[in-house]
């Protein structure tokens, strides 16, 4: 069946056309049916959405969102053929069934997940599989193999480091001050990492306010061997594109299943050709890991697959019951990291879990002996060697002209937030600021978010401010502060019953 | 906010609404966010798709289909606001992590699917998370009164009669004798079945060959208050109408959790007003059900299910590992059921089962002694009284006109397909059957399908016609066969290893 293009401006789905409604029942298809779609040499799977009026006979609809990444133009003739079931559907169901994958039938499932072959509900079905059933170390190294291979590497020689948090906690800009320090000791990182999805500030989205992040892995490689580090922008290279597919189910239900995870995050390490890597567990209350038991699994979990894949892994526990630093939202936190790097006084929260990561990777690439690297860190830190090399990182991806925590530009509008009572900061909610800071503007609104005053165990008496909220818009200024009222993040309590210490660290 | 509505044409999704990008972003809404839809008095919750141009700004895309139903006219003005995230959401979390569900989380969790608060992502997660991690018996309960309470319902006095096959058979066409034979003897049986999804044919396809199945529930009450019997189609009535939804995605991942199994299938017979119910299971190579151990295991489900529900269940386990009767295919099927009717000669495992089924009903409604039930339907069946009676629900739900099975139009084209050797038919592919039937046509060609001349343990000669494909396309037809030479649903052996017998039962 030879069919005329049509462009269709309508945000769907990636992998649907649309068909006239008499064409589809002369052929005998369904909407919902899935149909291979010819382009060329090439072929893909599409699912068929009806119209009769929408397409006329013999035309078919096709997204513009896709139009341009299927090569096609208006007018152009393609071709559809009934489209066998993938075979991958049989994988899934065998997970379902809560047996062992192997290998092979991993590898066809990725591929199909890459390639679009997969509707939603199939794809949520193999993550809710894996969510339930769980999965075994081979099958979790063959899904990383499977994740790097479906997209594309870069090669390093020698010794590549990286480091990576499994996020959960807000405010988390430590890399902005760790990575420039091991740079700045002679280490190679080809750091990447992503926008937010559910939190307030990606890594990305904080770098992005100072400076491009948008970088090819051209450009990723020139820069770590010129410059030693890049803090870039995951999305904007294809490493283990997977991911970003998967993710897509895993937002709206709010799961990360375990092995997906392990295998996501030591996919893009290995896909970046880092071969020693430190992974950041903040764990607490309101994070992704709630104890001990449950976060020292999962430090072997990373560190057996990185055996596996021939990786050499070292994970932090750091402390994730309230936020790192003071600072929320993208231009907030480059700020906070700006001014950690120039030697301002900031929380010492922040201080302490970047020096101590980048005191890691030190130790771990042989530029400081065991146990000093956290001191070695510090010194790097305060000699401002730090500072100068994140302005050549940001130099070198391409400046937005900001030098100093001074020029950041942050929300036009600010309203600070009081308390009610006197007493001690007994709890404070990370997700209700990262509620607040997201109905204020972010990640979109750069210059949204928060800046914390008084953070857990602190004194507050009647009349403090405990945080000010930022945007750029007063409208949403005025929605989050109702918010702040309503989710009140400070739990305020008469008197400290426990001190809980702000920074864990276990190497 | 407030939106002009606009109708689009296209079938993508009952639960979706097409906003104009700049207004998505002023609102900081995404493609695929959930927002309220506030019609008058009701609000429903749609999840939003994009367009630059479709829309204009200030309008806001419906489709066709659920414009009716919303009561919406193009030009009317909807209001919109940010959706909470339906705490049903976190039910199914809670199923994912192998709790067990409270009956109220239960109801909520229905109410939202029947108001279709979920998205396809959402309800995969509750199916797939039911699939691998189950469900108690008190679940089972309260999942199905969850069912029944969230649409429409019956109310008789005295005793309702219920016959429904759990499927996975074709040519399953049983209820079109056991049914009129039931109430020839003064049962009293609204039954409702359903159009064929992934098969050949569903009863209600069947019957609609003869009468019209869209039967009212008022009418449905009537004609089995004068008549005694309906054969109706299910999705004309409003019974338990969370099934609909979670078929949809269940169908496409071909999975149909046990829980959710039981409780479609009890919800709707208890909805009806039902409460002796003959539930059958065939049981075979290639059926739903594959081994006795499992077939007994889901009877005495049922029979639990029906004791916590107030009803009486009777299970009978049949043979399903190859077809029931000779034809399989809507109009075919009604054929042979009439002919079985009008005493013509037809395969025993038609006129064995439809009077074992319809035999128990006798016996539990005490129209036949214990252990005669099968012989007093036969006899019902032998003197007319079955074809008269069924003859009188024709007329009652609005008959096509056809009366006997020489009048029953089947496809204009058909081929024999014969056997290249000598032998015995040693097995026969139900899945391979329904494969060939579909490509044919059915069931939406209602004249297609196919007539088994040979089935299991019967003696072949090469040469010998096996079966024969009708079509009322001379293009499917020629498909059909092409899929018929590549299946081969017949496997030929040399001589018989044990024969099978074509039918088993168990009350």
Redo the contacts between chains.
């Keep these: 069946m030879e069919f005329r293009v049509k462009k269709?401006?309508?945000?769907?789905g990636e992998n649907s056309i649309?068909m006239n409604?008499e064409d589809a029942v002369e052929r005998?298809l369904n909407?919902?049916d899935r149909v291979r779609l010819f382009l060329g040499p090439r072929a893909r799977t599409v699912i068929v959405?009806?119209?009769?009026?929408?397409v006329s006979r013999g035309e078919i609809g096709i997204f513009a969102s896709s139009m341009e990444e299927m090569g096609l133009k208006p007018g152009d003739t393609v071709r559809i053929a009934h489209a066998e079931r993938p075979a991958s559907?049989d994988v899934?169901?065998k997970k379902?069934r809560?047996e062992k994958l192997g290998r092979e039938e991993i590898f066809e499932l990725v591929r199909d997940i890459v390639d679009d072959n997969l509707?939603?509900?199939?794809l949520?079905?193999y993550v809710?599989?894996v969510?339930?059933?769980g999965m075994d170390m081979d099958e979790i190294a063959w899904l990383t193999e499977a994740m790097v291979k479906t997209g594309d590497t870069l090669d390093f020689e020698g010794e590549i480091f990286d480091v990576h948090s499994i996020g959960g906690v807000p405010g988390n800009k430590y890399a902005l001050i760790a990575v420039p320090t091991a740079a700045a000791a002679g280490l190679r990182i080809p750091k990447t990492s992503s926008r937010a999805i559910s939190s307030a500030a990606g890594t990305a989205d904080v770098m992005e306010v100072l400076a491009r992040v948008d970088l090819s892995l051209e450009k990723i490689k020139e820069i770590v061997e010129t410059v030693g580090a890049t803090l870039a922008w995951g999305g904007a290279v294809n490493l283990a594109p997977a991911d970003d597919k998967i993710i897509r189910?895993e937002y709206?239900?709010?799961?990360d299943p375990r092995p997906q995870l392990l295998a996501s995050v030591m996919a893009k390490k290995k896909a970046m050709g880092a071969n020693v890597v430190v992974i950041d567990i903040p764990m607490g209350e309101e994070a992704k890991v709630e104890n001990y038991a449950e976060a020292r699994k999962l430090a072997r979990d990373f560190i057996e697959l990185g055996e596996r894949l021939g990786m050499m892994v070292d994970v932090a526990i750091t402390y994730g019951g309230q936020p790192v630093g003071r600072a929320i939202g993208p231009a907030l936190e480059a700020k906070e990291a700006l001014m950690a790097l120039e030697g301002k006084p900031v929380s010492s929260s922040l201080i302490e879990k970047s020096t101590a990561i980048a005191g890691i990777l030190l130790e771990l690439g042989g530029k400081a002996r065991r146990g000093e690297g956290k001191a070695v860190a510090k010194e790097i830190l305060r000699s401002g060697r730090s500072r100068e090399k994140f302005l050549e990182i940001i130099e070198a991806q391409g400046s937005r002209g900001i030098e100093s925590s001074e020029e950041v530009p942050v929300g036009k509008y600010h309203e600070d937030v009081t308390s009610m009572e006197d007493g001690y900061v007994g709890r404070l909610s990370n997700k209700a600021l990262v509620r607040i800071a997201r109905i204020a503007?972010s990640p979109?609104d750069k210059g949204a978010g928060i800046w914390l005053n008084k953070k857990k165990g602190d004194r507050v008496e009647k009349g403090d401010v405990l945080f000010t909220i930022y945007s750029s818009s007063k409208e949403?200024l005025e929605m989050a502060l109702r918010a702040a009222r309503r989710l009140m993040p400070h739990k305020i309590e008469g008197m400290i019953l426990e001190r809980i210490p702000s920074y864990h660290e276990e190497g």
Excluded at 49 to 54: A, E, G, Q
Excluded at 119 to 122: K, Q
Excluded at 252 to 255: K, N, S, Y
């Design positions: 269709v401006d309508l945000e769907i649309i409604r005998g909407a919902g959405h009806l119209s009769s009026t929408f559907i899934i169901k379902m809560g509707t939603d509900v199939e949520t079905a809710v599989s969510q339930t059933m189910v709206p239900l709010g799961i503007g979109r949403r």
